[in-house]
């Protein structure tokens, strides 16, 4: 099993600011995970609200958890409530159904982390966070989706 470097946690992040930046968003929070969603690295604008780490970690939980995009367990969520309350229920309430949480892959498609993004629209947020995983020269499910590999596109 692979997991997510320290360098390219970092270069994950760092795209994902400067773009954030670039679109004048508000101020973000981005958490990288590997596996277990153990935190490899975090970052938080200045102006950043206090609890963007919490929510951050719960996107990436979220996309780990359940193998697919934070906003799929979000449309989920409404199909299921259910199901997904008895899930919200067993992880101890770490899953963050809200756009901005990314599975992230390495080229061959391999999973290798996650990575949570905070702060503007869960659009927004998404958006940044594929960029920041294609900014570091890595994959998002959608790049995968020709691979052996089994990825989530829709629910």
């Keep these: 099993m692979s997991v997510i470097t320290l360098s390219q946690a970092d270069a994950v992040i760092n795209a994902i600011l400067s773009r954030a930046r670039e679109l004048e968003c508000r101020p973000v929070s981005v958490v990288v995970v590997e596996h277990g969603a153990v935190v490899k690295a975090f970052k938080k604008e200045d102006g950043s609200a206090m609890m963007r780490f919490e929510m951050a970690l719960g996107k990436a939980y979220a996309a780990l958890a359940l193998g697919r995009s934070s906003s799929l ?29 990314m599975l992230i892959r390495d080229a061959g498609g391999e999973l290798l982390g996650a990575v949570g993004v905070t702060g503007d629209t869960q659009e927004r947020d998404e958006e940044l966070a594929a960029h920041g995983i294609r900014a570091a020269g890595l994959k998002t499910d959608e790049d995968c989706a020709g691979l052996a590999h089994h990825v989530r596109l829709k629910n």
């Design 73 to 101: 367990v979000r449309s989920r969520t409404e199909e299921r409530p259910l199901f997904m309350d008895f899930l919200f229920n067993a992880s101890q309430d770490r899953i963050f159904a809200e756009g901005g949480g």
